[in-house]
């Protein structure tokens, strides 16, 4: 079982920065893939990043390669979104998700945990 908790969710000016943190509860945390989901209002939510167990191998949406970059730290049962230029079109409630490090990583149903989301939203 794994509880997780996001953070660092706000309101940010087109251009600037954000760094989202995921709090993970429990010993296994290492054992997981992890990744990143958002959902805007009136869209299906879509996956934004993924990691690797041991922090290789990161694997991003296309919308979003080049702008974010997802980490974690498994001593602090930690992940991150580093968040870069971001656009009004980032706008959206952004989920961290795990997942047994098995199949495709872009899809949501594959991951058995899941935040509370915390919202983004980028003005023009």
């Known amino acids: 079982q794994v509880q997780l908790v996001e953070s660092g969710g706000g309101l940010v000016q087109a251009g600037g920065s954000l760094r989202l943190s995921c709090a993970a509860s429990?010993?296994?945390?290492?054992?997981?893939?992890m990744g990143w989901f958002r959902q805007a209002p009136g869209k299906e939510r879509e996956f934004v990043a993924a990691i690797s167990r041991t922090g290789g191998r990161p694997y991003y949406a296309s919308s979003v390669k080049g702008r974010f970059t997802i980490s974690r730290d498994n001593a602090k049962n930690t992940v991150y979104l580093q968040m870069n230029s971001l656009k009004p079109e980032d706008t959206a409630v952004y989920y961290c998700?795990?997942?047994?490090?098995?199949?495709?990583?872009?899809?949501?149903?594959?991951?058995?945990?899941w935040g509370q989301g915390t919202q983004v939203t980028v003005s023009s």
């Open positions: 998700a795990a997942k047994i490090p098995s199949g495709l990583v872009e899809i949501d149903n594959a991951y058995a945990y």
């Open positions: 429990g010993r296994t945390f290492s054992s997981y893939t």
